[in-house]
């Protein structure tokens, strides 16, 4: 496959665009960002950005730029406040705060994918040097009981698939969903033996629906009894699959193809072998949401310090 054998990333760290089309233009549009490499100076604005973390909603994406602010102890210029620099493309919300952006994704292999592809271009108009990607998310867990966090080591699609499979000009075009091992390794160290709850590593499942993509029975159509829900369940157990969610196939296998380092940690809402609906309640749940945000402002913190 040749384009295994293209080096993804220049030397000194900045990435490569695997488009020839992209030089070429005039100026490129970030539109569902708001951004634009003509009218942005995209280097001033973005340059010294090293973590680039998403997760689904503009609210948990806001709070965790606060909470990364006061962790690293990163200080606004006086007068001013934390803003959403992608406001005004009413799709996605961005925060920066110093080296870490803290981005909303939405829900869903499309919506994070088309996010994806601007934010890699992002880095490229802006010479952003080795940043890494995490996705801090939700998910529900099979066996694990709610508020287990999961590092994704691997990726799999609803069919057991370990590729992000997309139509291109009237074929199917797969590219691997893969993960930096080492990054799996780094975070389930940071993760504290004193913790009232387990983190573990394992395999991810990436439904592209919440309902019957994810084997529930509380969804508005169901055409299987809870029997097969609970043999798919228990078959997605056994090849290892520790969580369900919406993103990791896209996330893994576009950060891959841009040779970007990327972490999937996420919390279980719920264990799925118990039951489908989410009723934890609001502070519980937002209480559990924290614990992936504190694990990697934990390896950013450790990142920083170590320069
Ligand atoms: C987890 O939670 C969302 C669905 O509720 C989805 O974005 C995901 O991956
Ligand atoms: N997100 C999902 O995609 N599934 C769940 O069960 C919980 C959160």
């Given at each position: 496959?040749?384009?295994?054998?293209?080096?993804?990333?220049?030397?000194?760290?900045t990435?490569?665009?695997r488009?020839p089309?992209?030089?070429?233009?005039?100026?490129?549009?970030?539109?569902?960002?708001?951004?634009?490499?003509?009218?942005?100076?995209?280097?001033?604005m973005?340059?010294?950005?090293?973590f680039?973390?998403?997760?689904?909603?503009?609210?948990?994406?806001?709070?965790?730029?606060?909470?990364?602010?006061k962790?690293?102890g990163h200080k606004?210029?006086t007068?001013?406040?934390?803003?959403d620099?992608s406001?005004?493309s009413?799709?996605?919300?961005?925060?920066?705060v110093?080296?870490?952006?803290?981005?909303s994704?939405?829900?869903?292999?499309?919506?994070?994918?088309i996010?994806?592809h601007?934010?890699?271009?992002?880095?490229?108009?802006?010479k952003?040097?080795?940043p890494?990607?995490?996705?801090?998310g939700t998910c529900?867990g099979?066996?694990?009981?709610?508020?287990?966090?999961v590092?994704?080591?691997?990726?799999v699609?609803g069919?057991?698939?370990?590729?992000?499979?997309?139509?291109?000009?009237g074929?199917?075009?797969?590219r691997?969903?893969?993960l930096d091992?080492?990054?799996v390794?780094?975070?389930?160290?940071?993760?504290?033996?004193?913790?009232?709850?387990?983190?573990?590593?394992?395999?991810t499942?990436?439904?592209?629906?919440?309902?019957?993509?994810q084997g529930?029975?509380?969804?508005?159509?169901?055409?299987?009894?809870e029997?097969?829900?609970?043999?798919?369940?228990?078959?997605?157990n056994?090849?290892?699959?520790?969580?369900i969610?919406?993103?990791?196939?896209?996330?893994?296998?576009?950060?891959?193809?841009?040779?970007?380092?990327?972490?999937?940690?996420?919390?279980?809402?719920?264990?799925?072998?118990?039951?489908?609906?989410?009723?934890?309640?609001?502070e519980?749940?937002?209480?559990?949401?924290?614990?992936?945000?504190?694990?990697?402002?934990?390896?950013i913190?450790?990142?920083?310090?170590?320069?």
């Amino acid at each position: 496959n040749l384009n295994n054998l293209v080096e993804t990333r220049y030397p000194d760290g900045t990435v490569r665009l695997r488009n020839p089309h992209i030089e070429l233009m005039d100026q490129d549009i970030l539109y569902h960002l708001a951004l634009g490499s003509e009218s942005h100076d995209l280097v001033e604005m973005f340059g010294d950005v090293k973590f680039v973390c998403m997760g689904g909603t503009p609210k948990r994406m806001e709070n965790f730029a606060h909470y990364i602010m006061k962790e690293i102890g990163h200080k606004l210029p006086t007068g001013t406040s934390l803003m959403d620099i992608s406001q005004y493309s009413y799709r996605y919300s961005m925060y920066k705060v110093g080296p870490v952006l803290s981005i909303s994704h939405g829900m869903g292999v499309p919506s994070i994918g088309i996010l994806l592809h601007e934010v890699i271009k992002l880095m490229y108009h802006a010479k952003c040097k080795d940043p890494i990607f995490f996705r801090i998310g939700t998910c529900g867990g099979i066996g694990l009981e709610g508020g287990t966090v999961v590092i994704s080591d691997d990726a799999v699609d609803g069919m057991l698939n370990n590729y992000y499979e997309v139509p291109m000009l009237g074929k199917l075009v797969r590219r691997p969903a893969k993960l930096d091992k080492r990054l799996v390794r780094e975070l389930k160290a940071l993760s504290d033996v004193e913790d009232p709850y387990d983190t573990v590593t394992g395999t991810t499942m990436c439904a592209i629906d919440f309902y019957e993509g994810q084997g529930r029975l509380d969804g508005a159509f169901c055409e299987y009894s809870e029997t097969d829900k609970m043999d798919y369940l228990e078959n997605l157990n056994k090849h290892g699959v520790k969580n369900i969610e919406m993103e990791v196939i896209p996330f893994a296998a576009l950060t891959h193809h841009a040779g970007i380092r990327a972490a999937v940690v996420c919390v279980s809402l719920l264990d799925r072998l118990k039951g489908d609906q989410v009723c934890s309640p609001k502070e519980v749940m937002n209480e559990y949401q924290s614990r992936p945000q504190k694990l990697v402002a934990k390896y950013i913190k450790r990142q920083l310090q170590m320069k």
